[in-house]
């Protein structure tokens, strides 16, 4: 990111000191010393730290998922505003989606490994054009891939607490209907007390067998342990993830261990064009 601040950058939000790389625990308090705002990359902040640090009064947040790193309840509590950086990945995120969708479909990531190994062992994989595609949640990354599986050929429908299809090529549908006739389902729904778990056993269950399922917004929109099961059993037929419940992904976790699953390290966002509209939209909310 400190490759992006330009003279002109930085002119946005004068007077800015620039830590490299999230500061361990222990001297965050030093970092934020008597600042008044700050940019939080993916530091973690709680209410003990906030009062340890009683001049801050608004944290920009570098992303969207502000929740998963402070606590936004003793924030409120103490003054403190959160400001979030919107729509900044939309379209990185939704391209590296249809790329999971693709690598899902035609079985790439256990290809590769097996060349590598020396094996020779085509796999059959799966012609999208014309397949079923769910979209879960519908906001700027969700809409931006219906656009673009739509262009691909594929039949999309959709599902949203608050519907609003406007010029979006697809068909809303409730949700349990959608997962019976999707052939791939596709998360993009924030995070919150009422989504965690939103796709516990019975609707891993629900889904169309074979199905894949494809998560770039949050591991724990899903039950990790509802989803092992499924795709040990074979009722569902891969899960391509950006995202997990711990983060880096832990040595020896059993999603390492089937062949069924494509995994990336939460790099859906990862793109020079994303990083620029992130860091100029985050210098513009500290100035404002």
């Known amino acids: 990111m400190r490759r992006l ?7 946005l939000a004068p007077g800015l000191r620039i830590h490299d790389g999230d500061p361990a625990p222990g001297a965050i308090v030093e970092v934020i010393g008597d ?8 530091t973690m902040m709680d209410g ?6 009683p001049a801050l009064k608004c944290v920009v947040f570098l992303g969207t998922g502000a929740s998963s790193y402070i606590d936004l309840a003793a924030a409120e509590a103490r003054g403190i505003e959160v400001r ?6 939309d379209r990185s ?8 969708l693709f690598a899902a479909a035609r079985r790439i990531a256990v290809q590769d490994a097996a060349l590598r190994r020396g ?11 014309g397949r079923t595609l769910g979209v879960v949640g519908t906001g700027g ?26 010029d979006l090529p697809c068909t809303f549908l409730p949700l349990d209907r959608l997962l019976r006739e999707a052939d791939v389902v596709s998360l993009h729904l924030a995070l919150t007390p009422q989504t965690t778990g939103f796709l516990g056993r019975a609707e891993l269950g629900a889904m169309k067998p074979g199905a894949i399922l494809v ?18 059993e074979g009722t569902l037929g891969h899960a391509a993830l950006d995202v997990f419940d711990e983060e880096p992904l832990p040595p020896g976790s059993p999603l390492t261990d089937l062949d069924d699953v494509t995994l990336t390290p939460h790099v859906g966002f990862k793109t020079p064009e994303a990083a620029t509209r992130l860091l100029e939209e985050a210098l513009r909310l500290l100035s404002r």
Do not use: C
């Open 215 to 232: 998560n770039t917004a949050r591991a724990a929109l899903v039950d990790r342990d509802a989803l092992l099961d499924a795709l040990r």
């Open 5 to 11: 601040l330009t003279p002109e950058r930085l002119a």
């Open 35 to 42: 600042a008044e705002r700050m940019l939080n990359g993916h």
């Open 93 to 100: 995120v939704a391209e590296h989606t249809i790329a999971l």
């Open 141 to 166: 990354i969700g809409r931006e891939v219906i656009r673009i599986a739509a262009a691909l050929g594929m039949n999309v429908v959709a599902w949203a607490r608050r519907p609003e299809a406007g």
């Open 48 to 53: 003990a730290l906030m009062d340890r640090v």
């Open 84 to 89: 979030t950086v919107q729509g900044y990945g």
């Open 119 to 129: 094996t020779w062992a085509p796999l059959e994989g799966t012609t999208l054009q």
